[in-house]
């Protein structure tokens, strides 16, 4: 496994059986479980919603493989994070997208509106995670996102939260309005399509909590609340918005 240094959680470079090659997102890192249900939720919510989300896929990992690492941090990464662990399909090449100039306003607009949607706290130009794959930019990043599920605040608060910080947002400069983006794609956000992204979340990434079956619909009721009521979220972030362009 080759660890990508610039990650904070240390992700590795991993060739998986299926001969893809991942950057694999460990369930043993600082950042716990949790990370990797928003990486899951979010991302696979994404890709649903034809955003540009690299494929997810879940990777088994052997914890055998720390005997065959140098480094004694990535030992120590790999023993603590035996079963299921988050594979993203690796970009080869890709280079981190710094600046938003060039990127399309529509498609912007629909990523502002999307990590609104999901709290994403981690797109601000100090950490943009947008890297830019053939020209086109791509989203990676999303354990820092429905960060409410460490602590979960009572139902009609949780839906009605605004992005933290969304004024250093990336793309905010550049992004179109916001309510173009809430007409066509809020509708989509509803309770069958939210189900099926979370029961990819793998119940061993649950179990800390009282009851995996309620754990779940509780990112169900997160998400299709917020999509269904965007003003309270959607209308700060956008008054932001249109104070910058
Ligand atoms: N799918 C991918 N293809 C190519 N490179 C990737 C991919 N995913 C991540 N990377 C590279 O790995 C770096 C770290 O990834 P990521 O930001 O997801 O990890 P992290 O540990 O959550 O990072 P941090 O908390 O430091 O932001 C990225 O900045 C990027 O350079
Ligand atoms: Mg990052």
Redesign the pocket.
Known sequence: MLP?R??????GLVEADDLGT??V?FRG?G?GRL?LVAEVVVGELGRRLGLPV?DLVLVDVDPALAAAEPDEEVQDLLRASPGLNLG?????G?L?LERPDGVDPDLAARIVWFDSLVLNV?RSWR?P?L?R?HGDP?L??H??ALYLHHDWPPREQAATRSLPGAADHVLLPVAGPLAAVQAELGPVVAADLVRDVVALVPDEWLEARADVASARSAYVDLLTDRAANPTPWLDPVEVARAARV
């Not at 993203?88 to 080869?92: G, Q």
């Open positions: 990508l610039e990650g904070g959680s240390l992700p991942y950057v997102k890192a950042q990370a690299p993203l399909d690796y970009l080869p890709a981190g981690d950490n995670n890297l794959w791509w990676i990043d354990g820092a």
